[in-house]
């Protein structure tokens, strides 16, 4: 019989990063979250080779103190929640203690970070998961961290990297969520040394989605705000005049996460079922508010999907309510019922 063996550290974390670190937009979207939770108010995300080369990412956020560094990159590690029930009042996007122990075990990186109360920041080179040099360095209050190699340790990963063009459309996509999710915060994104979006961080989503999606969108938006039973919500939805051949420009955002929501996407479907031709996707621009304890995040690694506690109920809430502003509202050119 095989003995049976206890896992080592970067084994477990190479495991993890599996789940985690599916590609380098994950590993974007895990670090700008962290961003995000620290409060940040500008975000500058530098890629290249579709972030397989390198992926750098700077922050105006809290920072982490010199002496708290080394713990970050251990698994289970978080300041976003101390127990499980801290989970049904949670308002940060992080609370797995996860990615940094997962992307550092799949990668090379580079932190420098310094909090507002230091007078030095920290600079610390991780391989293999493990801190191999921290040293003390000259830096504003905030975090840089500079991934290098993705996947270099494990190489049937790196075998399956799609091409930088698709690797460079996935990042892109999830920097516009994350920017569109977050209006006060100032998001810079160049590309292989191209500017590809810059956002004002004016607090005004309709600013985030003019500087992604161009005026022709925001001329055919209706602006949303409402609260019932089970959520409150506000942004924008397109009008008659604007739709797509796939859902791209549907963006759902629960407690400022956004989600992959089946139940949320039908309801949007539906009320736009006479509005717009058959077989086309509505534009829409959705944050919702819930309360915490009544949704359920935690059950995917990922954190893309959500469980609601009410959901047939926020299905019929969400249908009707979205209906009525459509036909209250004034549609563009002649209204044409599609069936
Ligand atoms: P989580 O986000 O689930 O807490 P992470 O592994 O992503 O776990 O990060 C571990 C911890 O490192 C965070 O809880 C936070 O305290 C700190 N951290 C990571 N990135 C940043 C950042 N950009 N600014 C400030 N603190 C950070
Ligand atoms: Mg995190």
Known sequence: MNRINILDDLTINKIAAGEVVERPSSIVK????????????????????????????????????????DKSFLRHATSKIEKIDDLYDLYSLGFRGEALASISSICKLEMVTKTKDECVGTKVIVEGGKVVSKQPIGANNGTTMIIKDVFYNTPVRQ???????????????????????NPHIQFKYVNNGKAMLNTPGDSKLISVIRSIYGKDVCENLIEIEYECKNFKINGYIGNNNVYRSNKNLQHIYINKRFVKSKVILDAVAEAYKAIIPINKHCVCFLNMELNPASIDVNI????????????????????????QKLLNSKLIGKYEVYD
């Open 159 to 181: 075998k399956f990297l799609k091409s930088t063009h698709a690797e460079t459309i996935n990042i892109s996509d999830l920097i516009n969520k994350l920017a569109i999710g």
């Open 30 to 69: 895990e670090l700008v979250e962290n961003c995000v939770d620290a409060n940040s108010s500008k975000i500058i995300i530098d890629i290249i080779d579709g972030g397989k080369k390198l992926i750098k990412i700077t922050d105006n956020g809290s920072g982490i103190s010199s002496s708290e560094v």
């Open 300 to 323: 995917h690694p990922t954190k893309l999907e959500i469980k609601f506690e009410n959901e047939q109920e926020l299905y019929i809430e969400l249908r009707d309510f979205l209906k």
